[in-house]
RNA sequence: GCCUCCUUAGCUCAGUCGGUAGAGCAGUUCAUUCGUAAUGAACGGGUCGUCGGUUCGAGUCCGAUGGGAGGCUCCA
């Protein structure tokens, strides 16, 4: 007999030999028919593999993100089965679950699949799963994993086992598939009730460029068609809030092949937005003792060989202009720049910290097949600061950087973010990073005590920082659930070796300052692409282009409006006047879909008392009241941001 | 950059078998002066992304190229 201690800490005991399935069984009935996978021991296994030691066991269903893993990565077998059916002599690479779905990579030789031919795969996949047939694992050699693919010609797989130590080898075959797998999966194909293939797309075969291109097919599979209709609904409201679609609909920002790829252009109420932006990163930079610089978009080529930005990464920028005999590069950073401000005059320790901020305009030559929107393009406007400091203001000023990002998280509503911690691997220095080991261990300490003395959740990355020093990188997700970088706070103990900065200290020797460099609101772009999709286009009173759509009932009442619209105007209120002879429905229906916070309707009971009928976006009408006092009261809702 | 797909009016899209382009919305003009999500009518608007090929004839078929989408790689 063996001892099984399941997760409520209630143990039973049972014949040795025994597998999870029997032990959901003994349950109950229901429970066995929604038991995908069993964590025995820390390790996810099939339901069908005998248990003969004393084990903890967790049986996963599909509530459990373990459990979905294995339903998943199963139906990417049943992908296979189904591929090798409909396309005889198909290779095969790998075919993971991931965090929807799952995907398989494929060699189909000259063939070709498109977005066409998924339904007859689906359709494939779905005659299959209803077979029910079981999943079963089998231990293999590896001289007979390597003949087996051998013969079946397929070098992918015989790439992946040669990798692999003899005796930890499994196959798992279900119909007439067979695959190099390590599990688990679940017990039978039945389990698989909906089906839907959802994209091909290229892969490099182990991620590599240097490799072939792979075919990519992407699903997602449930044990209930309900659960896939929700899923496909929710893509289809997830497209609604994508930034490129709203951007368009809401006239934010245009791109033109005139101009150029990843080059965007701002309409009138983009720009407003950047007004209001950077209205508060000033507000906010001048109450944290920044000071505003500005600098030119080009530099000379000996600023980024100092820099050392020449020629690593000369690839991503735009290559030069030659007049004179000199080079001159578009700037891909603003630091070099900031730097040459700091050494344009002596610095004593008093100067410290010397805070530089500019919404500088950088460019960068991304790949074609890299850009993306407003998220990723070639020219943008970064929210950049360097802040100079001695080795003892450097958590001070570190904290105070950390805590200028909370403060925006909040005014934006941002909750779902994850700091990452990029430190260095200390086998590399030298190479990947600056040969300090002092510093490194020094600043790393330094960022490691701000985040927990603030106790600000984090998860820290080994062997991704930056070439000279440590950072700490935002993470978000967008409504359309991609995850790229916000913003990031980095530590920079390379640029003042290169640039020889330095300042005067007190004892009267020359020191080199610390740099942190910050960006909490990203570029423009970027920053206004994720706003886009986070509030789905109805921006706040304080960020909307335009606040108050004023709207009479007929043009009777325009000397009125006229006058109502000069009182929000003195309220520096944003304000749109619809003129035209509609009828008061059609202007709040167009007032609505262009997401405009505040509707005031006009007509003759406003006109007779002076006041405004106020009609919320998104939430209808909402009384009335003198005019000034709903300026008054607009003009304060946006006042409480720049606080 | 690489793989697959897409590219027709300002926008969203239709266009059969290869026979010289069509709708809705938007725009302009006129009428209407209206109380909380679309008043009506008329009019204007396209070298079918570009270049080349096949054909008596190309929006339609083929090739190249620009741009876009989904991925991969990259992201100081």
Redesign the pocket.
Known sequence: MIKITFPDGSVREFASGITSMEIAKSISEGLARKVLSAEVNGVVWDLSRPIETDATIKLLTWDDAKGKNTFWHSSAHLLAEALEALYPGVKFGIGPPIDNGF?YDIDLGDR?????DLPQIEQKMKELAKQSNPYARKGVSKKDALAYFTEKGDEYKLELINDLEDGSITFYSQGNFTDLCRGPHIPDTGFIKAIKL???????WR???KNK?L??I?GITFPKQSELDEYMNMLEEAKKR?H??LG??LEIYT?D?MV???LILWLPNGAAIIEQLEKLAKKKEEQAGYVRVKTPHIAKENLYLTSG?LP??AD??YPPMELEGVKYYLK??NCPHHHRIFSAMPRSYRDLPLRLAEYGTCY??????????LM?VRGMNMNDAHIYCTEEQFVEEFRAVTDMYLNYFKIFGIDKYVMRFSTHAPEKLGQKYLDNPDLWKKTEDMVRKVMDDAAIPYIEVPDEA???GP?IDIQIYSA?G?E??LA?N?VDFGQPLRFGLKYIDKDNTEKMPLVIHRAPLSTHERFIGFLLEHYAGNFPVWLAPVQVAVL?????FNDYCNEVIKVLKNHEIRTFFDT???????K???A??KKIPY?L???????ASGSV???K??S??AG?IPAADFAKQVQEEVNIIFQ
């Open positions: 995907y070709t699949i498109s977005a066409e959802l994209n091909v797309a290229g892969a490099y991620g590599s460029e291109m075919t990519r992407y994508d490129r679609k368009k609909e791109t092949d150029g790829q990843g930005h690593y990464y991503s920028m891909s950073m960068r030559y991304e790949e074609s097949g890299a850009l993306f929107g990723r930056a070439f000279y950072k359309i991609r790229f970088t990031t980095q009479p009932i007929s043009d009777k035209r002879s509609e009828k008061i429905g059609r709040i229906r167009d609505e879909v509707m309707i006009i007509g003759e009971n406003e006109m009928s106020v009609r976006h998104g209808g009408d009335s």
